[in-house]
């Protein structure tokens, strides 16, 4: 059993806003700034603590008669450490030192195997652009709209939805672990060359949540880049749709194609 403790307003009104800074940032350095050992870098803490508060001063917003001391609450911390977490990998100069830790089993997946049943909606797949025969629809139009652009782009070589494949991508929703599906990975020819051709994770995107930006986060800055790092997957890249009818023009200035291929 956890540890469970009571908490009233008054209780966390009397708290130091110092305390804040100090909680969150600890809470980030014991969850993300571990050795490969999974020892503490305490000489780390000073300078995370600098970042938290300068996070607390630009990035947290108070609404009504909200308050700081709020985010000692256990939820709102790890939200907290998230955050800060992934702001600061996208803005870190010198040696890459994101690193993937792949699967010790299916470290590379297939679609070999995919193999299911369905009673929902399908879009039936050009068989030259993809190895499962179907597109099965989340929603009425979405999915199917999104594999039709892919399938009509002659940049993209192949393409996958994401079901029942298998790949998933961790990620931590207010300090609990989970595992994000992203909707479509595409093979793209974006003119560097056939021996260079980009993985591309595609997420079409609906209404957007609190769950949906921490997926899209942690794809962005932290799992593409860890496995760019790591330079034995290929070169991979993350964009999110939310307009599957205007997705072709979003792929070609996110790879820097200019125009449909000749």
Not at 65 to 72: D, G, K, Y
Request: hydrophobic fraction near 35%; charge should be negative; glycine fraction near 4%.
């Amino acid at each position: 059993m956890g540890e469970k403790s009571i908490h009233t307003l008054d209780d966390l009104k009397r708290r130091r806003e110092q305390e804040v800074a100090f909680v969150i940032a600890r809470r980030t350095l014991e969850r993300y700034f571990r050795d490969d050992d999974g020892n503490d870098r305490p000489w780390l803490f000073p300078q995370l603590l600098s970042i938290t508060k300068r996070w607390l001063t630009e990035c947290l917003t108070l609404k009504d008669n909200t308050f700081p001391q709020l985010m000692l609450l256990h939820e709102r911390t790890h939200d907290a450490a998230d955050r800060i977490y992934r702001a600061i990998v996208p803005s870190a100069n010198g040696t890459p030192a994101l690193k993937p830790i792949p699967r010790p089993y299916d470290t590379i997946g297939s679609t070999r195997y995919v193999d299911f049943d369905t009673t929902r909606a399908v879009y039936q797949t050009r068989a030259d652009k993809c190895h499962v025969s179907h597109v099965v629809a989340d929603t009425a139009s979405w999915e199917q709209k999104m594999a039709q652009a892919l399938e009509d782009m002659d940049e993209v070589l192949r393409y996958v939805k994401n079901d029942h494949v298998g790949f998933t991508i961790p990620y931590t929703l207010n300090g609990e672990e989970r595992q994000y599906h992203p909707d479509f990975t595409a093979v793209v020819d974006d003119r560097r060359g056939p021996d260079d051709l980009l993985n591309l994770i595609i997420e079409v995107t609906g209404e957007h949540k609190k769950d949906k930006v921490a997926k899209v986060a942690t794809a962005r800055t932290l799992w593409v880049p860890a496995v760019n790092n790591h330079g034995g997957f290929g070169r991979w890249a993350f964009i999110e749709i939310d307009d599957p009818w205007d997705a072709q023009n979003v792929i070609r200035a996110s790879c820097g194609i200019r125009g449909p291929a000749a």
